[in-house]
């Protein structure tokens, strides 16, 4: 079977990348962006500096930011509406993955009407047309929306997340700009910069794994382990690696899927409104622990990408805790919580269980599981 590699068209790295939009937007010949934008991106001015980038080279646009942390399903309806409205041939998405996957949800129903139903989207809908033009700059450093074939919308009534899967939906263009993200809290880096970590870390061990995603993977986790804790600081160079680290994870997790890490923290952030970051980086070690039996030598490189030294020598029992133990270790550095006792009700593990199970994201983990060891995963936790 031949593997498949999906990436973006064009992208642009490195301080001031953003200052290419206007060149790309003109060369394209498009005419009217609609940037979508989170309220807490304009409130904070950094939306402001793309728009600086329109205005300064006379490009038009209009603003749409009725877009929550989990984006809904009411969220990609209303942005619809407001795009027929607008006159816009074109996205600027701004933000993480918030704004990137209620664009994409946008402009694959823009271009393909007959996915209206916004829930026709879940798993790999069979779409014709790609989606309106999407330019994506990103302002956090871990969903890597910006690079990937993938999107996740809360269905607010059924209480749950669902990933949609779409070769149509990937940017033509990304600015990966450092700059766009020195302003992030020191929770939401952390908890992003993990998120990515959880990408590359379940990218290199799920089943859809091979050569050339297991290098993206393993650069990716050695990017993000040397660069967190100082993007955390806000270091012009944590920053900057940050940038690249989840980058790079995004071009491989996109091509051959995640695991139970994802299809776990999804149903804590419809049900509880976590953070997906934190949600990943308090289930990664547990659920590392638990796939350990199924993924051969791959702790050992990710226990050398980490920084850990000494790995040739160990045993496979060794490295494989020294795996779990470096990523729990930078969790704890960065601030996340070791557990989900102020999260999950004991009550609620049952539905998240299944939630869990049913998920786009658990056929690709390396270790076949069932609903009740899910269960005890989440027990194990609170």
């Known amino acids: 079977m031949a593997n498949r590699i999906v990436l973006n068209e064009t992208s642009y790295h490195g301080k001031g990348a953003v200052s290419a939009i206007a060149d790309e937007v003109k060369g394209r010949g498009f005419a ?3 940037v979508c934008s989170d309220p807490d991106l304009l409130k904070f001015g950094v939306t402001q500096k793309v728009i600086d980038v329109l205005d300064g080279a006379g490009l038009a646009y209009e603003i749409y930011s009725d877009i ?8 990609v309806q209303t942005g619809v509406a407001a795009y027929q409205n607008s006159g816009a041939d074109y996205i600027i998405a701004i933000g993480g993955g918030s704004s990137m996957d209620t664009a994409k949800a946008i402009g694959i129903i823009i271009n393909n009407p007959e996915f209206a139903d916004v829930r026709s989207l879940e798993g790999t809908a069979s779409t014709k047309n790609p989606c309106v033009p999407i330019l994506a700059v990103p302002t956090t450093a871990g969903t890597a929306a910006e690079v990937t074939i993938n999107y996740v919308i809360t269905d607010v009534e059924k209480n749950r997340k ?3 899967v779409d070769t149509h939906d990937i940017p033509v263009v990304a600015f990966v700009d450092p700059d766009m993200m ?32 297991d290098m993206f993977h393993l650069k990716a986790i050695e990017i993000i382990s040397q660069n967190l804790r100082g993007a955390v600081a806000n270091t012009p160079e944590g920053r900057e690696g940050m ?27 419809a049900v509880y409104d976590t953070p997906h970051g934190v949600a990943n980086a308090i289930l990664l070690p ?3 622990e638990y796939n350990a039996p199924a993924t051969g030598e791959k702790y050992r490189d990710i226990a050398k990408a980490m920084g850990v030294e000494g790995t040739e020598a160990m045993s496979q029992e060794e490295y494989r805790k020294a795996a779990v133990e470096a990523v729990r270790q930078l969790s704890q550095d960065v601030g996340i919580p070791a ?15 299944q939630s869990a ?10 270790r076949d599981t069932s609903v009740e060891e899910i269960a005890a995963l989440y027990r194990s936790l609170i």
């Open 32 to 34: 009217k962006a609609f």
């Open 68 to 75: 929550k942390a989990n984006p809904t399903i009411q969220n």
């Open 162 to 164: 669902f990933v949609c």
């Open 182 to 213: 020195s302003s992030m809290p020191k929770g939401l880096t952390a908890a992003t910069g993990m998120d990515a970590l959880t990408h590359a870390i379940e990218g290199y061990i799920t089943k859809g794994a091979w050569a050339m995603t």
């Open 243 to 269: 940038a690249l680290g989840q980058y790079i994870a995004g071009m491989g997790f996109s091509n051959v899927g995640l695991g139970i890490v994802h299809s776990m923290a999804h149903p804590l952030g």
């Open 286 to 288: 547990t659920v590392m």
């Open 339 to 353: 557990d989900l006792k102020e999260i999950v009700k004991e009550e609620d593990i049952p539905f998240l269980a």
């Open 357 to 366: 199970y049913d998920d786009a994201c658990r056929p690709g983990n390396p």
